[in-house]
Nanobody, 126 residues
Framework: QVRLVESGGGLVQAGGSLRISCALS????????LGWFRQAPGEEREFVSA???????FYAESVKGRFTISRDNPKNTLYLQMNSLKPEDTATYYC????????????????????WGQGTQVTVSS
């Protein structure tokens, strides 16, 4: 079992920055593939970014060049640094963990993840 707890969401103006975090606990979390998803009201949950156990990173086209995913294994924490935020980035952001061992594989589907956090709200005002 892996438990995930997001934090750091809030209200920011367009063009601003925000860093959200995800604290992990439970089984050997360093062995898990981790991802960020987001969901706006009335929309499907969509892939944002992912990082493999080896540190390979993957991004949705809509955030590439603006968002940076990272993981601090000793601290059991996943981060998402979000820069140049746009109103369309407004959503609830969820972190997730998956048992994926394939090399250089981008897990972009909700169904590929086994554990989820409760979400943190990010609102970008225009």
């Amino acid at each position: 079992q892996v438990r995930l707890v997001e934090s750091g969401g809030g209200l920011v103006q367009a063009g601003g920055s925000l860093r959200i975090s995800c604290a992990l606990s439970g089984r050997i979390v360093n062995n898990y593939y981790l991802g960020w998803f987001r969901q706006a009201p009335g929309e499907e949950r969509e892939f944002v970014s992912a990082i493999s156990r080896e540190g390979e990173t993957f991004y949705a086209e809509s955030v590439k060049g603006r968002f940076t995913i990272s993981r601090d294994n000793p601290k059991n924490t996943l981060y998402l640094q979000m820069n140049s935020l746009k109103p369309e980035d407004t959503a609830t952001y969820y972190c997730a963990a998956a048992w994926i061992t394939r090399y250089y594989y981008a897990a972009r589907e909700v169904s590929e993840y086994d554990y989820w956090g409760q979400g943190t709200q990010v609102t970008v005002s225009s």
